[in-house]
C-alpha cells in the first residue's frame, strides 16, 4: 500500500568551493581550528570532511560548504533552501522530512538512501518509505553544513555512496558568555504570513574549564495550497470512451472541506550542549538535540483545478520528532588524537493521508467510501565510534583509523479503513488493510585512512573499509486489499571491503590537482510487504515474475574523478573544476505494481555516470563579486535486468542533466559606521525523467488500455532571489524576496491516485529577519 533542504570585501576572496562554489562567502567566517601547514585567513571555511581540520581549498575532495553567515542569510530554513547553490545535487520530496536526495545521479526509488545524513559525525539515516524521507535538521545554530560528493564509504560507511551531507552543530565556547536574538517575519504569495523567532545563550561555567550552550527555536510557515469542498475530481485512470480517444471521467470530489493555506506548519527545537576541559589535552562534550515538526496537512495539489487547489475530503497531518544524543570525548597523548563518539537517534514520524481516490484506483466501485490511512514509522539508532588520527599536519605520514558500531530497529504500522464498507463486504470491520513491518540492522566496521607524502608536495592516500552488516526483517499484512492474511520474514548477512586511492599534487599555495577513484556500496535487505501472489498476478507476470522477490540485493559503484582547485590575482580569483565517471552495477530501485497498489525493491542491472563540475568567483573590484557554478552529469542506464521497468538507455530517475547558479553581491558602506550586502542569485534546474514507465493503464468501456505517461518527466525550473543585508555592529538585518518570479514546477507530479496531483515551491515570499547579540 505504499505511495511514495564581517569582514569587508577581502573576505569573499579566501572563500572557495572544491568543485562547487559555496553559498555567500562575503560574510562567512573561519569556523574550526586550522590543523594545516598554512593558517586559514579570517573569512576561511575550515571543514572536517576526511575527519580532520583543513582549508576548504586544501581538501582534495568535491565538497561545498556553507557557513554559519549563509546558513543565517536570506530566509533560509533548512537543506532544500540551499540545495540550488550545490551543482550536482538534487531531491525529490518538496516537504520536511519527506525528501530524498541524491548527488551526482547516484539516485534511486528504493528505500535506502544513496546520501549519508551525519549531525556532528551520528549518522541520521533510517529506512525510508513512502511515509518518511531524509530526516532534515532545521538550520539553527549550525557552524557550517559540508557537502561531500562522490563515494565516502572509507569514512562514513556504507549508503554515504553518493556522498554525504554533513550538519556541524556551533560547539559551546569556553570564554565568551553571550546571548544571540533572531526573530523573522515574510508573507508568502498565495498564502499567509510567516514567522520565527530563536535565542541561542553561551554561559562560561568554570573559567577555562566548563562552558553550556544551549538554544531555542520556534518557526510558523503559513500555508499556500486551499482545500475546496465539491471540486470535481478527473480520473485519468479511467475513461468514458473506448480508445483511441480517451475521456478522462469526472466526477464531484464529495469533499466537504474547505481550508484555506492548509499546507501550513510549525517547527520547535531545542540544544544543548556542554564543554568540559578538564586539562587542556582532554575534551567532553555531551549533547542532545530535539525537533518537532508539525504540518497540518500536505502541500499535494490537483493539476486540473486552477491555481494551487485539492478537493480532499479528510485532514491530513504530519507529525515528525526527531531526537539525536551524543556524548564525544577528544584526547590528545603523544601526537595522537583519540575520539569516542556515541550517539543515539530517536525517529518518530506519523503520517495521515486520504487515500479515498487511490482506493478507488484499485477498486472502482469504492469511490463512494471515505478512506483514511494512518502509518506511523518509528526508528531508534545506537552508534559508537572509536578512532585516532595523526595530530602532526606537517608529518610526511598522516592517518585515521578506527572502528564503528551501530544498531538499528526499524517499525512501520500503517492501517487503511474505508468507512461503512464493512457491512457491504461482508467483513464485520472497516479496516481495509493493515501491515506492519519490523526490520532490524547491525553493523560492525573497521577503517583506515593513511596518507603519505611520496615526494615534496605530492601526497598518496589509501583508505580502507571493512564492513559487516547483519539484517532481518518480519511482515504481517491482513485485509481484503491484502487477499487475506500473510506474512514473510528474510535474513540477510554481507561483508566487504571499500577502498579509496589518491593522488594529491601541490602545484603552489592556491593551485592543487588531485585523482581519486572510491568504491561506494550500499546494503541489500528484506523486502516490506508480504503479498499474496494471486492479489498481484498480472503485474507480476508482466515483469516476468510469479511472485514478489523476498530479498534485494547490494548495490556498488567505483567513481573515479579528476579535479583541480585554483586561486589567482592574490585570490580575487577562485576556479575549481572536476571531472568524474561512475560504473554503478546491480542498482536497488523500487517498483510498483498499480494493478494490487504494492512495490517491492529489486536490482535493476547497471549505469554508467559522466559529468564535470566548474565554479568560479571573481572580485572585479573592492566590494563587487561575481560567482557561478555548473555541473552537467549525464546518469543512463546500461544493463537492465528481468522484473524491473527499466530500460537500457533511459536516464537514472530525478537527475538532470544541467545545474546551474549565479549570482552577483556588491558591499557598500552605509550611514554611520554600517555596511550593506545587496545580493542577486540565479538557480537553473534542469530537466530529469521521473519516472521509467512511459505509459500507464487506463481503464475504458472496451478494456484496459495504454496511455501516455504525462507526468514521466520533471520540467526544467529557474529560481530567483534577492537579498539586501544592513550590518551595524552587533545588530543586522536581513531583507529577502524569495523566489522572485514565482516559479511554480510540478514537483513529484504522479497519476497514482488516479487525478494528476503534485507539490511545488514555495511561492514569492518577501520577508525581514532581525538579529543581534549580548
Not at 556504507?158 to 551531507?165: P, R
Not at 520540467?715 to 543586522?732: I, M, T
Request: with cysteine; net charge negative.
Amino acid at each position: 500500500m505504499r505511495q511514495y533542504f564581517n569582514s569587508a570585501a577581502q573576505a569573499v576572496l579566501a572563500i572557495a568551493t572544491a568543485m562547487t562554489m559555496t553559498a555567500p562567502a562575503w560574510a562567512a567566517e573561519a569556523q574550526a581550528p586550522q590543523t594545516a601547514e598554512e593558517p586559514a585567513q579570517v573569512g576561511e571555511i575550515v571543514v572536517t570532511a576526511r575527519k580532520r581540520a583543513e582549508r576548504l581549498q586544501d581538501a582534495p575532495l568535491s565538497v561545498t560548504a556553507f557557513s554559519e553567515a549563509d546558513l543565517q542569510q536570506g530566509g533560509v530554513r533548512d537543506f532544500k533552501d540551499v540545495i540550488g547553490k550545490t551543482p550536482g545535487v538534487s531531491f525529490s520530496g518538496a516537504e520536511l522530512g519527506q525528501s530524498r536526495y541524491s548527488i551526482r545521479g547516484v539516485s534511486t526509488t528504493s528505500p535506502s538512501p544513496t546520501v549519508g545524513i551525519y549531525l556532528d559525525d551520528v549518522s541520521l539515516l533510517t529506512t525510508t518509505s513512502a511515509f518518511s524521507g531524509a530526516a532534515d535538521p532545521v538550520f539553527f545554530d549550525f557552524s557550517r553544513v559540508e557537502v561531500l560528493k562522490g563515494p565516502q564509504g572509507t569514512l562514513y560507511g556504507g549508503s554515504a555512496m553518493g556522498g554525504a551531507i554533513k550538519y556541524v552543530s556551533h560547539p559551546p565556547v569556553l570564554d565568551e558568555r553571550s546571548v544571540d536574538l533572531a526573530a523573522g517575519l515574510s508573507t508568502t504569495a498565495h498564502g499567509g504570513t510567516s514567522y520565527q523567532g530563536e535565542a541561542v545563550f553561551n554561559l562560561p561555567v568554570v573559567e577555562d574549564r566548563l562552558a553550556i550552550r544551549g538554544g531555542l527555536i520556534y518557526r510558523e510557515d503559513a500555508g499556500y495550497v486551499d482545500n475546496v469542498a465539491g471540486a470535481p475530481v478527473v480520473d485519468v485512470r479511467t475513461s468514458t470512451t473506448p480508445a483511441p480517444t480517451l475521456t478522462p471521467l469526472v466526477r464531484p470530489s464529495m469533499s466537504t472541506r474547505s481550508a484555506k493555506d492548509q499546507n501550513s506548519s510549525t517547527v520547535v527545537g531545542v540544544k544543548l550542549s556542554a564543554l568540559w576541559e578538564p586539562d587542556p589535552t582532554l575534551q567532553i562534550t555531551p549533547s542532545a538535540f530535539h525537533q518537532v515538526y508539525r504540518q497540518k496537512n500536505t502541500g499535494v495539489f490537483w493539476t486540473n483545478l486552477p491555481g494551487l487547489q485539492s478537493s480532499f475530503r479528510i485532514a491530513q497531518p504530519t507529525r515528525d520528532e526527531l531526537g539525536v544524543y551524543t556524548l564525544t570525548a577528544v584526547k590528545s597523548l603523544n601526537g595522537v588524537d583519540l575520539t569516542w563518539l556515541t550517539g543515539y537517534v530517536d525517529r518518530s514520524v506519523q503520517f495521515d493521508r486520504d487515500y479515498s481516490f487511490y482506493i478507488a484506483t484499485l477498486v472502482p466501485s469504492l469511490f463512494g467510501f471515505t478512506s483514511p490511512n494512518a502509518s506511523d514509522s518509528d526508528t531508534e539508532t545506537f552508534s559508537q565510534e572509536i578512532r585516532a588520527a595523526s595530530s602532526d599536519p606537517s608529518a610526511r605520514l598522516r592517518w585515521t583509523a578506527g572502528l564503528y558500531y551501530a544498531r538499528q530497529r526499524n517499525e512501520l504500522d500503517q492501517t487503511v479503513q474505508t468507512l461503512g464498507v464493512g457491512p457491504v463486504l461482508g467483513t464485520g470491520t472497516d479496516t481495509v488493510y493493515h501491515g506492519n513491518t519490523v526490520s532490524r540492522l547491525t553493523q560492525y566496521a573497521a577503517f583506515a585512512d593513511l596518507t603519505y607524502e611520496i615526494l615534496p608536495n605530492l601526497d598518496a592516500t589509501l583508505a580502507l573499509r571493512y564492513f559487516k552488516i547483519e539484517q532481518s526483517i518480519d511482515t504481517t499484512g491482513d485485509g481484503v486489499l491484502n487477499g487475506g492474511s500473510t506474512r514473510g520474514s528474510a535474513r540477510t548477512k554481507e561483508d566487504g571491503f571499500n577502498p579509496k586511492f589518491e593522488l594529491a599534487y601541490k602545484a603552489g599555495a592556491d593551485s592543487l590537482l588531485y585523482a581519486s577513484a572510491a568504491k561506494g556500496f550500499r546494503p541489500g535487505g528484506g523486502n516490506p510487504f508480504a503479498v499474496a501472489p494471486s492479489l498481484c498476478q498480472a503485474d507480476l507476470a508482466a515483469l516476468g515474475l510469479s511472485s514478489v522477490p523476498v530479498a534485494f540485493q547490494s548495490d556498488k559503484l567505483w567513481t573515479y574523478e579528476l579535479g583541480s582547485k585554483n586561486q589567482f590575482l592574490d585570490r580575487r580569483l577562485t576556479l575549481n573544476g572536476a571531472l568524474f565517471y561512475t560504473d554503478w552495477r546491480n542498482i536497488q530501485q523500487n517498483v510498483f505494481l498499480p494493478s494490487c497498489g504494492f512495490s517491492f525493491n529489486g536490482n535493476l542491472g547497471a549505469a554508467e555516470i559522466k559529468g564535470a563540475e566548474l565554479a568560479f568567483q571573481l572580485e572585479f573590484i573592492d566590494g563587487l563579486t561575481v560567482s557561478g557554478a555548473a555541473s552537467y552529469t549525464d546518469a543512463k542506464i546500461s544493463e537492465t535486468s528481468p522484473g524491473v521497468s527499466a530500460k537500457a538507455g533511459q536516464p537514472v530517475l530525478d537527475t538532470p542533466k544541467w545545474i546551474a547558479n549565479a549570482a552577483v553581491a556588491y558591499r557598500f558602506p552605509i550611514w554611520g559606521d554600517g555596511a550593506a550586502t545587496a545580493k542577486l542569485d540565479y538557480q537553473h534546474h534542469g530537466s530529469s525523467l521521473r519516472a521509467f514507465e512511459d505509459s500507464y493503464m487506463v481503464a475504458t468501456p472496451a478494456g484496459p488500455v495504454a496511455a501516455p505517461n504525462a507526468t514521466q518527466r520533471q520540467e526544467a525550473y529557474d529560481v530567483v532571489n534577492l537579498n539586501l543585508q544592513l550590518d551595524y555592529g552587533r545588530w543586522r538585518y536581513d531583507l529577502f524576496v524569495n523566489n522572485l518570479l514565482d516559479a511554480d514546477p510540478l514537483l513529484d507530479h504522479n497519476v497514482v491516485s488516479g487525478m494528476e496531483a503534485a507539490v511545488t515551491l514555495r511561492p514569492r515570499t518577501v520577508g525581514l529577519s532581525v538579529r543581534t547579540r549580548f
